[in-house]
């Protein structure tokens, strides 16, 4: 699972980190070119209707599980990710300036949430 995300946004570098910061976000670039700031997921101690995660399965959003929650693709220019590996540890992966992480926004009524795609 993605963990943790570096990014710029307002033109300050910053890291994002889901299980760390209760309101961790993605940013989330959109059709006019401008960057928005989303919600990354949902952790279990928080209320809501969207799923306790930080990714989702491209395979699950395919077979129409999420729909629901009207999943809309978004991409999401990080800079660098981290996942976590079976021992706990973080490792990072730095991408391309001209690669995106391939994201989806989902809402339920007035809860609108990020997650990133897991294939």
Request: charged share 20%.
């Amino acid at each position: 699972m993605c963990v943790a995300v570096c990014c710029e946004y307002n033109n300050q570098n910053t890291s994002q980190y889901f299980n760390q910061q209760a309101k961790a976000y993605l940013p989330v670039l959109t059709k006019t070119g401008a960057y928005k700031r989303v919600t990354w997921g949902r952790r279990a101690d928080e209320t809501g209707n969207l799923p306790v995660a930080s990714g989702l399965f491209l395979e699950d959003i395919h077979q129409g599980q999420w729909d629901e929650f009207f999943p809309k693709p978004v991409k999401l220019p990080v800079k660098r990710f981290a996942m976590l590996k079976d021992n706990g540890k973080m490792v990072w992966f730095e991408l391309l300036a001209e690669h995106l992480v391939q994201g989806v926004v989902v809402n339920f009524n007035s809860e609108l949430r990020c997650y990133v795609v897991l294939a």
